[in-house]
């Protein structure tokens, strides 16, 4: 079946530093895939999405590509902040109705 | 309000009760999703309705669990003779429609706690 497996957290970073949150998939057919974020005390909000294989996603300086060759879908970020701080979701849309599959959650954590 | 609405934010409630939650998507969109977020399970899928269709109850744990979508628009989640098992952070979602690369847009969610 189809699954998502994210790297394990809490990710604790200094701002400024580069960011990097593996994601990988299984899946059959076409699935668009999700960056999901949680800020604390907040839900979910989208970050940012890829609909096709190549297709780069992007929103507030993260970004993340679509590889299918790989089955990877890692988001990324140049200098993170504070604010950054929140937990990350990687998911999948399934062709099945457009129900997500979530990967568990990364924590990040950036002190100042 | 221009979001996914839930009520109520938290319930408490004794193990064995029945328990509702509500769920009012945004105007228009089409599709509505149940998720249930959990420390040991993370975040699950439970049900989802797309217009008339029948829902895709695929992901509901037992026959404990229901929900329903009146007038395609408000949802409820019922639990039955709820479990302690059953505490957890309940969202719900809409998009536009049910399509594989259309974005949800989640509620801040119910939280349940079964005493």
């Known amino acids: 079946g189809n699954s998502v497996t994210q790297m394990e957290g809490p990710v604790t970073l200094s701002e400024e530093a580069f960011l990097t949150i593996n994601c990988t998939y299984t899946?059959?057919?076409?699935?668009?895939l999700f960056w999901y974020v949680q800020y604390p005390g907040e839900g979910l909000q989208l970050l940012l999405k890829?609909?096709?294989?190549?297709d780069k996603g992007s929103n507030k300086g993260f970004e993340a590509t679509y590889r299918k060759e790989t089955t990877s879908f890692h988001l990324e970020k140049g200098s993170v902040q504070v604010s950054d701080s929140a937990v990350y979701f990687c998911?999948?849309?399934?062709?099945?109705?457009?129900?997500?599959?979530f990967g568990q959650g990364t924590e990040l954590s950036v002190k100042p | 309000g221009a979001g996914v609405s839930q009520s109520p934010s938290n319930k408490v409630t004794e193990k064995g009760k029945d328990v509702e939650l509500r769920c009012d998507p945004i105007?228009?969109?089409?599709?509505l999703y149940w998720y249930r977020q959990s420390l040991g399970q993370g975040l699950e899928f439970l049900i989802y309705?797309?217009?008339?269709?029948?829902?895709?109850k695929s992901g509901l744990p037992s026959d404990r669990f229901s929900a329903e979508r009146t007038g395609g628009s408000v949802s409820t989640l019922t639990i039955q003779r709820t479990q302690q098992e059953d505490s957890a952070v309940y969202l719900c979602?809409?998009?536009?429609?049910?399509?594989?690369?259309?974005?949800?847009?989640f509620g801040d969610g119910t939280r349940l706690s079964i005493l």
């Open positions: 998911a999948l849309s399934s062709n099945q109705g457009g129900k997500l599959i």
């Open positions: 890829a609909t096709k294989a190549d």
């Open positions: 309705f797309q217009g008339n269709s029948a829902p895709d």
């Open positions: 105007s228009g969109h089409t599709a």
């Open positions: 899946a059959t057919g076409y699935p668009s």
């Open positions: 979602a809409s998009s536009r429609e049910d399509r594989v690369e259309e974005p949800q847009h």
